[in-house]
């Protein structure tokens, strides 16, 4: 008989037993020390120029903007109008880098050949 037990369910287990175990003020207590520790910006660093840290809230915070904008950016990238829109506006860049870098695109392109020539045909690269 084999007996298997979910690690997050034995740990949440865990946790409601010793939060319920502690008085009301103990637990009062804790979960102000908590807010504290999640809102509390450690001290900067002496580095001239070193960006203000971050309480791990704010960081929480921007990391759950993150998610959010790149689901919002995913869902309005899916639209088939919008996909055509970019390729189009891809295409018009990639015709203007071809016309104002024409010369250096054809030297690079001939040196990579030229590079392959060598290789294949034994030269030293």
Partial sequence: ???????????????????????QDARNE???????????RPKK?????????????????????VTIANTVVREYLEDEEIKKAIQKQILVALDKIIQDKGTWL????????????AHVMGGND
Avoid at 2 to 19: C, G, H, M, S, Y
Avoid at 45 to 65: Q, T
Avoid at 108 to 117: D, H, K, N, R, Y
Wanted: proline fraction near 6%.
């Fill in 1 to 23: 008989m084999d007996i298997t037990i979910n690690p997050e369910a034995a740990q949440e287990f865990v946790q409601k037993a010793l939060f319920d175990s502690l008085s």
């Fill in 30 to 40: 804790l979960v102000g020390q908590a807010l504290t520790a999640l809102t509390l």
């Fill in 45 to 65: 660093d002496r580095l001239y120029g070193s960006p203000e840290p971050r309480s791990p809230l704010e960081e929480a915070f921007d990391r759950a903007v």
């Fill in 106 to 117: 054809y030297d690079q392109i001939g040196l990579a050949v030229g590079q392959q020539v």
